[in-house]
């Protein structure tokens, strides 16, 4: 049997990018959400999470993404949320009031500056 989703863990300028493809539901999401979390380490300025490939995200997904955000926050680390414009998933996320919270953003690029924002000119 094949999972629903696959997660692949890459870190770039101090940040840890979780790209997920597949479906997040309830019977994945808080499996995913621990190794999420589980691979930012402290010195990491912050985690982009690539929604990209998602193709199904129900409320289990959603807490997930609120979930990481509360716990980096605690952390003093970022979260920024890739997801494409005209992606079903981004229209649940602004609804449930995610635009802010989850730092939304179209591109790597984007995410990466959301995330490095605050740094000092040496960052």
Avoid: C, K, W
């Avoid at 989703?5 to 870190?11: C, I, R």
């Avoid at 990481?68 to 890739?82: K, P, Y």
């Amino acid at each position: 049997m094949r999972p629903l989703a696959q997660l692949t863990l890459d870190e770039h300028r101090e940040t840890m990018i979780a790209r997920l493809e597949g479906e997040i539901d309830l019977s994945n999401a808080e499996a995913l959400r621990h190794q999420i979390v589980e691979a930012v380490p402290n010195h990491a300025l912050g985690l982009i999470v690539d929604l990209t490939g998602v193709s199904y995200l129900d409320s289990s997904g959603v807490r997930l993404l609120f979930d990481t955000a509360r716990r980096l926050e605690r952390r003093q680390q970022r979260l920024a949320t890739i997801v494409p414009a005209a992606s079903p998933v981004r229209e649940l996320l602004v609804l449930v009031g995610g635009t802010g919270r989850l730092g939304l953003h179209e591109s790597l690029d984007a995410a990466l500056a959301g995330v490095h924002a605050d740094e000092g000119p040496e960052g």
